[in-house]
């Protein structure tokens, strides 16, 4: 009932945005668990009731879904990697830079170790992006450009093996880090690429050849990284 039913409704109602009902079925799923909510089934769908916080900018509250998350017994290895993952990326924004790389340092080397299967060859290297990509995130508020531009090739590189495709959300906000990066380096030219490589893949027939040719609407600037709400339809949902 879980895994056929309230995960993917869950899902499905998060990555629309649809927070409160998102919340809504998930108790109903708490209700009807005899484990009292520490079943390891329970564990994706922990994550995904945080990301509803976090989507409205209460990390307070996604960090202890989180971490009740982490609690649940007998969860698979991946769910525990991406709980952690996404615990880091909120205490990533809330200042615990210390705290958020010990558990990027966790979920990273479980997913590396992880050997790929055909139930899990789309999930690792999808998790395993995103824990490269709030590494890069967290070296770069560090001022640590030079330690954090290898996490974000990884975060690509991985990236495209989930999709198979250059045309994904996931992909873009990759690249609109690497042109936070570069834009905090004063390298103008390779920030401008980055930014249009961003747009490209989530609008695919985009081609822009120089500054002048980005719409109108689209400003990027060193503000981009604090727009996280704006993300919220962006981040996937498990």
Known sequence: MLEYFYKPLIANYTRLGDNEKARVIFQMAIKGDPSHGKSAALAGL?????LTYWNEGDNKTAISYYRQGLNCTGAEPE???LLQSSLAVSLLETGHLKEADTWLKKAISTLERMPLHDDNRETVPDYLSGAYLTKARL???????AEALPYLQRA?????????????????????????LYQQQGEAEKAVDAYNQAISAVIPTFRAQSPGDLPVQISYTEKMPSTKRSK???????
């Open 156 to 180: 690509l590189t991985t990236g495209l093996k989930a999709r198979a495709s250059k045309s994904h959300r996931d992909i873009a906000k990759i690249w609109i880090e690497f042109g936070v």
């Open 46 to 50: 922990y994550n995904n009731i945080g």
């Open 79 to 81: 769910k525990i990697a």
């Open 139 to 145: 070296l770069r508020q560090q001022n640590r450009n």
């Open 232 to 238: 919220a339809k962006l981040m996937r949902s498990y």
